[in-house]
């Protein structure tokens, strides 16, 4: 059995990237029932499209249900289910146990998948979630690798781990402090994300903050590419990475890292250092966040906090490529971020090495050289040594 | 009279509580539980057996694989001790029960995910004896679920609200020194309000104002709820015996609701409250009108 990789997709846009960047299945919401209320989520004419264009390259499509609903958020939800299963929607991960057994019973044809929501820490918990018929689980991402491996021999239930991006700092699915302080709904996909706040810490009227800054709740994201060949060799059903937020040239960087470690893994058994430095030089290039393991080696302290809100990563993106021109192997490229002529650049495409060069003559629309591309979305030809398309992305040299 | 669940730090105040308006006590395990408490297995065993009082103890940690057996175990010392029942966050906690045959009842008590009646119907239907609804929804949700189903949740009425829980050690990893079983309180900076935080090995959580439902209470008293919980966590049991008294006075139409807030004002000045019918429809149900 071979681990899905599994992308998310702010929307159609991202959706197509993730595919031709490697992904074997990908996830989003639409514009009902879903978390992530501010991602620009799927319409249903979006969420056929997405399953043409995913199934077209063999590949599937989760579409996320994962409110926890109030009562009359049910409204609409089984004419919605239907829906979506006559698009040919794969599967729908829910956190709502009457939301899977509605769809169970109006749209058998998907797989149901439990939620990280649901915070699923163990083999009595899969057991409860297999005994109501659920097809996958979504382990909470505080399941360290130890407890994986304890995990995994007793159960048979497809497992779904997360590998990349942000963190809840609370349990999935257990924290309200949005609802409490902004009265956005957490859970309803209006995550204020007051955990990331800044806090004074106080015990018996005597002032803890340290000198160096106060205390966040905030989590760095995850990155469990070192733990990519283990959680490979437990074969779990998918690797997640989160992100239905990002832009498509993270999500591009991101599926493109883990697909070539995995692609690596299954083509000898294991991952060499040099391959895991490749991959990691492919992760970074999207960070926009400090990283860390996650829980996978185990409880931590400071390591696994952001308690400074200017650690920000610098942007390697330069621009996306919008034509080709193949006899005079020009580009048009889209400016993204600043960049000048002399400039050394990297073209990344969905297959392939990176390819480095240097931007030499760019012309604007009027066909005038530009010296500094400054001016986002900008269009600008430039001479490439390789065939582009438009899912290509040109970054910077990485520092 | 509803059947009405109190929590207690300490075993002897069992002795203090009035048997005609307290049915039942909420107890800290030692290693299982969110509260600072924590009571032996033996003096929990003493409790069940002598008091009088239906003993539910708090099973309210989320269990990793490493915890599960330790958990097996004492939900079988828990079955022998007489123990009424577990209130849980965990669904691992209703397998095991079944697992090992446990007539302990399972109360589901997850806090955040139980915000509509289909959901407590399915809960039912799995063989859940009860569960209490999620703190974060406004009043008229509650009636209505209470009304669906009828006879059988737990209603938290009082007690400070939980905000969140998390399996990292907030305040230990930010001064870098073990912080286990302690209280603290957490200040938005741009914010006067306190936020209490305990952390424990099993993590941190984080509560907000004080729940209070003085103004509910009679109301609650006649609707198809099963039972009332009053679940004061790290506040103390004095604290607890005082809002007994109070809630207990506006039943019998000795104060009003107002005055007996007033005077649990009065009792500790240092606690922020938040009424129940005052629990807002968020954002995304204002954006539905």
Not at chain 1, 52 to 63: C, D, I, L, N, Q
Not at chain 2, 101 to 108: A, D, G
């Amino acid at each position: 059995m071979r681990t899905e990789l599994l992308a998310p997709a702010g929307d159609l846009e991202r959706l197509k990237v993730a595919i031709v960047y490697g992904a074997d299945a990908v996830y989003f919401g639409g514009k009902q029932f879903s978390l992530r209320a501010r991602a620009s989520n799927f319409t249903l004419e979006n969420i056929r499209e997405a399953c043409e264009f995913a199934h077209s390259y063999g590949k599937r499509v989760y579409v996320t249900v994962n409110i926890i609903p109030h009562t009359g958020d049910f409204e609409g939800l089984e004419d919605y289910l239907r829906t979506l299963e006559s698009y040919g929607v794969d599967g729908i991960i829910c956190a709502s146990q009457s939301i899977m057994k509605t769809g169970k019973k109006v749209a058998p044809g998907m797989e149901y998948h439990i939620s990280t929501q649901q915070t699923t820490l163990s083999s009595a918990g899969i057991k409860y979630w297999q005994k109501l018929g659920a097809d996958r689980v979504v382990l909470g991402r505080e399941v360290t690798l130890e407890q994986l491996k304890e995990i995994k021999p007793k159960t048979d239930m497809p497992l779904e781990v997360f590998i990349h991006g942000g963190m809840c700092a609370n349990y999935s699915g257990r924290c309200t402090i949005s609802n409490h302080l902004t009265n956005r709904d957490a859970n309803r996909g209006g995550c204020a994300q007051s955990c990331r706040w800044f806090y004074h810490s106080w015990q018996d009227e005597q002032l803890l903050d340290r000198d160096d800054g106060l205390l966040s709740m905030g989590s760095k994201d995850m990155c469990a590419l070192d733990n990519l060949e283990n959680l490979l060799k437990l074969q779990v059903s998918s690797l997640k990475i989160e992100g239905r937020m990002k832009t498509a040239y993270y999500i591009a960087s991101i599926v493109k890292g883990y697909r070539y470690a995995m692609d690596c893994y299954y083509e000898k058994g294991y991952i060499t250092e040099e391959e895991l430095r490749k991959a990691s030089g492919l992760l970074q290039l999207a960070e926009n966040r400090e990283t860390f393991p996650g829980f996978y080696n185990g409880q931590f302290g400071r390591e696994g906090q952001l308690y400074n809100s200017d650690n920000t990563v610098t942007q390697t993106f330069l621009a996306n490529v919008l034509d080709y021109d193949e006899q005079t192997g020009e580009a048009v490229l889209e400016v993204r971020n600043h960049f000048e002529k002399g400039d050394k650049a990297v073209i990344m495409n969905p297959q392939g090495d990176e390819v480095p060069f240097v931007l030499e003559r760019m012309l604007d629309e009027e066909g005038n050289e530009v010296e500094i591309a400054n001016k986002p979305m900008q269009r600008l030809r430039v001479k490439v040594p390789v065939k582009v398309n438009s899912y290509t992305f040109i970054h910077s040299e990485r520092k | 009279m509803k059947k009405l669940f109190v929590s207690v730090n300490s075993l002897d105040t069992v002795k203090k509580l009035d048997r005609n308006l307290v049915e039942g006590v909420i107890v800290n395990s030692q290693g299982f539980s969110s509260g600072l408490s924590a009571h032996s297995i033996e003096k929990i065993t003493e409790l069940a057996h002598h008091s009088n009082f239906k003993v539910i103890v708090r099973l309210d940690c989320l269990y990793s694989e490493g915890l599960i057996k330790d958990v097996r175990v004492y939900l079988r010392y828990l079955e022998e001790a007489d123990v009424y029942g577990v209130l849980c966050t965990d669904l691992a906690v209703k397998v095991l029960v079944e697992e090992e045959k446990l007539s302990l009842k399972v109360i589901y008590a997850p806090e955040t995910l139980l915000t509509n009646c289909y959901d407590v119907e399915e809960m039912r239907n799995e063989g859940f004896d009860h569960c209490v609804i999620s703190k974060d929804i406004p009043l008229s949700d509650v009636y209505d679920i209470l009304n669906r189903v009828q006879n059988y949740c737990w209603l938290r009425i009082h007690g400070p609200i939980l905000l969140s829980y998390s399996a990292r050690h907030y305040v230990s990893s930010y001064l870098e020194r073990n912080c286990h079983n302690e209280l603290f309180e957490l200040q938005e900076s741009t914010r006067n309000d306190r936020l209490a935080m305990i952390e424990k090995e099993a993590g941190s959580w984080l509560y907000g104002a004080c729940l209070e439902s003085f103004g509910e209470i009679r109301n609650l008293m006649s609707s198809p709820v099963d039972a009332l919980v009053i679940d004061n966590i790290y506040l103390s049991d004095d604290y607890t015996l005082r809002c007994l008294e109070l809630y207990k006075s506006v039943l019998s139409g000795k104060l009003t609701a107002e005055q007996g807030i007033d005077l649990l004002r009065a009792f500790d000045l240092n606690i922020n409250y938040s009424s129940l019918s005052e629990i807002r429809k968020t954002v995304l149900d204002k954006e539905k009108k």
